[in-house]
């Protein structure tokens, strides 16, 4: 079974870090390109950063770029997103995805809250 598993959000105040991590199963994770995104209440989801399937290429919204990110470890079958410099309006659910024949496959998500 195809499974992406989102794990690592939690509360931390503005200017902190935290380091998501989606962990894949019942697919060749090493063969796809990895997507992080996010959607906070009331807005649209919004792509963060993807990575390439050997890891070779990293590309990011200019909201994240400098402060997020994304690598992966295809002998463990997971893709981090490392967010510093939190701010409050990174507050949203997170989600890890990709896409195979033609099909978006996301995880459920991990809440972060950025909040003093």
């Known amino acids: 079974q195809v499974q992406l598993v989102e794990s690592g959000g939690g509360l931390v105040h503005p200017g902190g870090s935290l380091r998501l991590s989606c962990a894949a199963s019942?697919?060749?994770?090493?063969?796809?390109?990895m997507h992080w995104y996010r959607q906070a209440p009331g807005k649209e989801r919004e792509l963060l950063a993807g990575?390439?399937?050997?890891?070779?290429?990293?590309n990011y919204a200019d909201s994240v770029k400098g402060r997020f990110t994304i690598s992966r470890d295809n002998a463990k079958k997971t893709v981090y997103l490392q967010m510093n410099s939190l701010k409050p309006e990174d507050t949203a659910v997170y989600y890890c995805?990709?896409?195979?024949?033609?099909?978006?496959?996301w995880g459920k998500g991990t809440l972060v809250t950025v909040s003093s």
């Open positions: 019942g697919f060749t994770f090493s063969s796809y390109a």
């Open positions: 990575i390439a399937s050997d890891g070779s290429s990293t």
């Open positions: 995805k990709f896409r195979r024949r033609g099909m978006d496959i």
